[in-house]
């Protein structure tokens, strides 16, 4: 069973946090803190099985971990998981957002924080692995955009009218922000 | 257009902009503090809120929340959301209910109806959505709630395979949080039919769900062995072209095989011999797979034929009855330890553990000892040198263990810091259990201490002392070599304890020699005193007292010693009180007197090494090591009398449990240093009144009535009826003065954890007794679920006894409830018998102790009180006839716990072995202690 999926960057900011088990809000940072440490230090080259992390679990718990880029995937698993199994459910994870992303990059997890929860439900559902066929998972995640933008279509007009005529420019807006760089995870395929 | 990106919300790409452009922790405080005040007020304020609106709101919080801010506020707002019948609102509110709303939420009751009303809905994706949310939830009350529409959900043939899928997931869930509210298994036949299911999807899940069932249900899941190896067989067999979708990488179905593996290893291998048959085949194939060519360079291939690879080999570790799978195993692991991927490496150094502890693969594994002592020196990652210095430890036995202790040591000199406590201990264990020569030992453990005294344990060096005293032949070598390493420039503290106690021992036996004459001994060790902390010089002094004796001629310069003002006048009281002591006793005692006060320590007391104890503490799974080891290989264990030493009188149980850490603590003189004893201590918690009949209550363990308690004012007596888990305990209370009892008051307490564990209720009772009379109180007992701990009763009331002083009586006894007394015997054959005996094989599922027989052993006796236990006492199963066997299912109101127990007894030896397995780790090992007391 899963207990926990965080995913933060190189400085251990969080970008996605999912807890299957309740932690307070502080008890959830620290967590965050207490894995930094421990799996940023470590060389790309090492094992991506982690003992230790005493704040989740104990003794049979174990964080499964891939490095991408700019961020890190780190599942925190008990022993009835296969430790491959899940090494490659972060795979298809991580190329299910490449698909739903294009070329998914740290940004868009910032930006689409509930998008990425959604897809993540299809993957895992309360610490279980529920689905790991890809093609499976993409119909899925397009049915919801369907009925998303039917929905958007019929009742949503009025509000998106005013929030179009308030933004006339938005698409441009957005690229002007300023951003720190950020390369893509969309080499992920060569990554190791 | 990316197929998600959309059209996302204005006001939150803005916000998040704003947050990521703050050029100060301060500056993003005060701009989330803003939008909580206008999102605050936006909820509170404006009625007139649309889904939208609410949603982007929602969006808004969750971002502050993964910043790491508290939400306190729009918990409302989100379950709103639930009851909108828009998709898009309702899946934000759900996404914000699993992430921010605590189980025990007042809003749960609206969730719970929430979730009620859409998993009603004909809408499939908002089944879905409810599913999803009860199992990010799983809480007690969601259990409580669904636990009966879910199962119904699963079988029902109207439902749709994804949602199928995710209430098998969903049911999981709340059976793994809350077993006990699951229904009894109804529906078992139609679950395990959905491994037959189309749908790979449904199958994977319904694999999840059986494998957590079965462990509770193993015989109404069993048909799910025959469908699972099916299932396997054909995934195996297919070319990665049949399977599709669920072909990753080219293996098919990966993470499904995995899960049937698993799957499998609930059960003993099947019996059924196609079945066996074609489970071998399933297994044989994935062994050839692996060595096939690559299809694929990519890592995720290997990574997902490997996960396949890997279980199977779990697998044929749990069957162990497969010597020429056992060996191929073996040598794939052995071609892994050696592979580039370091993941692999820590995988196959994993496995190999459990490996060595099968007979059959014992000697394959030994095989690769040079590559693994290598991986031992070579690894770059700490994580792997871990699992390689647990492998060596696993493999070590009689012939290599002189070899691996030797590494072991070398690579104790560079190791982590981490690990170097862990692997202190498990030399020092290692050295003792396969010393065939103690001088050895002596010289393994000294080196320990000199390589990495730091994290040398009180209990290591304990032990080296007792072994030492025990065992004559090494005394004479073990001071020359003290007294050797002694002599080095560095020395650590630890060495100066050891030394300084072997040489108070036995420095008269080196002390022939001029190079190590007493006087040379005494300077040595003096040298080293005013280094030392104050226990240790504590210590020295016992040391130079009994050099008084053992040396009369350096008598003068040692009561020099002992009158310096920093010994005499020192602050320590300890410290200052031996040199007092001490002293006066050197001056006053005469050469006899002083001979018999010190004399030589007495052999100490033999038991399980508390190195091994320690280690277990430090690391659960050495344990499960440990045992599955001990039954398979009947390994030495860590005591070495077993090996006919010189020392005939090695083994004296008589002594108490605590005189060898007792009799060191003597020495060392500090009190605090009796944590180490605790593990012999009875179990009786702390916090827990003084009881009355402490002494003799257990033998109620194998009887239903009797006498509790009595004296010359009362008598406590009892009887007992059980009914699954229920007990119905009658309590007589006999008033045997001329007087009557007043204030009359029996009360039931349940201390601790066994308040939830174990109901009682008490029928209120006459506060009078009245002179010469006896009353009867009814108490009822329900076992909730399984317990280690006693109930109490307490006893008060006033009396006046025949010298007229009213007097108070207030006593605390035991009830006779023990968790033996919710049996159900079970009668079984001899094949049932030790089929379920193997299926209980999970190392922490047994619990064994061997032990001195405090009574005759005479079969009819055994027999009767081990059929007053209450379990079945199975004749005719045990191959050896002296042997009973017993088997029994214990009553909880949460589960029933199947329960095999077999008591071998050796009548020469005067003891007997006896191993309980339960289903239940804590009741297999409450039950053998309870049970090791009775015979």
Known sequence: MIKAILVFNNHGKPRLLKFYQHYSEEQQQQIVRETFQLVSKRDDNVCNFLEGGTLIGGNDYRLIYRHYATLYFIFCVDSSESELGILDLIQVFVETLDRCFENVCELDLIFHVDKVHHILGELV???????????????????????????????????????AVKSMNLPQQIKDLKLPDLPGLSNLKNAF | M??????????????????????????????????????R??????????????????????????????????????????????????????????????????????????????????????VNLALQCISNIGSRDM?????????????????????????????LKLFRNSPDVMPSPDHASRIVHLLNDSHMGVVTSAASLIEALSKRWPDDYKGCVSLAISRLSRIVTATYTDLQDYTYYFVPAPWLCVKLLRLL?????????SNKARLLECLEGILNKAQDAPKSKKVQHSNAKNAVLFEAIALIIHMDSEPNLLVRACNQLGAFLSHRETNLRYLALESMCLLATSEFSHEAVKKHQETIINSLKTER??????????????????????????????????????????????????????????????????????????????????????????????????????????????????????????????????????????????????????????????????TYVKFCNLFPEIKHIIQEVFRTDHNLKNPDAELQQRAVEYLSMSKVATPDVLATILEEMPPFAEKESSLLAKLKKHKPQVEELESVAQEKKSRPQAVMAQDGGAVGSLVDLDHSAHSEAAA?????????????????????????????????????????????????????????????????????????????????????????????????????????????????????FVCVQEFNRTPIIQVSFNYTPTSGQSTHFDKFLYLPIFINKFFEPTEMT???????????????????????????????????????????????????????????????????????IRLEPNKQAKKYRLTVRSSKDAVSKYLCDLLADLF
């Open chain 1, 125 to 163: 559902m309360g610490g279980m692995v529920l689905e790991t066929n890809m093609s499976e998972i993409l119909l899925r995640i397009q049915e919801q955009e369907k009925l998303e933008k039917q929905e958007a279509g019929i009742s949503a007009a009025p509000a998106r009218a005013v929030s």
């Open chain 2, 381 to 542: 990652d700490v994580s792997v040198r871990q699992r390689a210095v647990d492998l060596l430890y696993a493999m070590c036995d009689r012939t290599n263990a002189s070899e691996i202790v030797a590494e072991m040591l070398t690579y104790l000199e560079t190791a982590d810091y981490s690990i170097r406590e862990e692997m202190v201990l498990k030399v020092a264990i290692l050295a003792e259990k396969y010393a065939n020569d103690y001088t050895w030992y002596v010289d393994v453990i000294l080196k320990l201490i000199r390589i990495a005294g730091d994290y040398v344990s009180e209990e290591v060096w304990y032990r080296v002392i007792q072994i030492v005293v025990n065992r004559e032949d090494v005394q004479g070598y073990a001071a020359k070599t003290v007294f050797e390493a002694l002599q080095r420039p560095a020395c650590h503290e630890n060495m100066v304890k050891v030394g300084g106690y072997i040489l108070g021992e036995f420095g008269n036996l080196i002390a022939g020699d001029q190079r190590s004459a007493p006087q040379v001994q005494f300077e040595l060790l003096h040298s080293k005193y005013h280094l030392c902390s104050i226990g240790t010089r504590c210590l020295l002094l016992t």
């Open chain 2, 143 to 171: 259990a409580e709630a669904f636990a009966n529409d879910l199962p119904k959900l699963l079988v029902s043939g109207d439902t749709i395979d994804f949602v199928k899928q995710s209430a098998a997931l969903c049911l």
């Open chain 2, 41 to 126: 007020s936006k909820f509170k304020g404006d009625k007139t809120l649309d889904g939208y609106q609410k949603k982007k709101y929602v969006c808004k919080l969750l971002f502050i929340f993964l910043l790491g801010n508290d939400i306190d506020f729009g918990h409302m707002e989100a379950v709103n959301l639930l009851s909108s019948n828009k998709y898009t609102e309702k899946q934000i509110g759900y996404l914000f209910i699993s992430v921010l709303i605590e189980a025990n939420s007042d809003l749960m009751k609206l969730i719970v109806q929430a979730i009620r009303n859409d998993l009603m809905s004909r809408n499939p994706v908002h």
């Open chain 2, 664 to 780: 060191l603590v003597d020495i060392f003189g500090s009190p605090s240093t009796t944590t180490t004893s605790t593990n012999n201590t009875a179990t009786q918690p702390t916090g827990e009144p003084v009881v009355a009949n402490k002494d003799d209550y257990s033998k109620f363990v194998s009887k239903l009535n009797g006498v509790l308690y009595e004296d010359e004012t009362v008598q406590v007596g009892c009887k007992l009826e059980t009914r699954n888990n229920l007990a119905r305990l009658g309590m007589f209370y006999g008033n045997k003065t001329q007087t009557p009892f007043t204030d009359f008051k029996p009360v039931v307490v349940c201390p601790g954890a066994l308040s939830v564990q174990l109901q009682a209720q008490a029928k209120p009772m006459d506060a009078v007794v009245a002179a010469g009379t006896q009353v009867q109180q009814l108490i009822n």
């Open chain 2, 2 to 39: 990316p197929a998600v990106k959309g059209d996302g919300m204005r006001g939150l790409a803005v916000f998040i902009s704003d947050i990521r452009n703050c050029k100060s922790k301060e500056a993003e405080l005060k701009r989330i503090n803003k939008e909580l005040a206008n999102i």
């Open chain 2, 265 to 273: 290893q609930n059960y003993p291998p099947p019996e059924d011999p």
């Open chain 2, 830 to 900: 001899s094949e049932t018998f030790f089929a379920r005996w193997k299926a209980l094989g999970i190392p922490s599922q047994e619990s064994q102790r061997i032990f001195i027989a405090k009574h005759p052993i005479d079969s009819t006796q055994v027999n009767a009180k081990l059929t007053g236990i209450g379990a079945k006492l199975l004749s005719d199963v045990d191959p050896n006839p002296e042997n009973f066997v017993c088997a029994g299912i214990i009553h909880t109101q949460t589960q029933q716990i199947g329960t095999l």
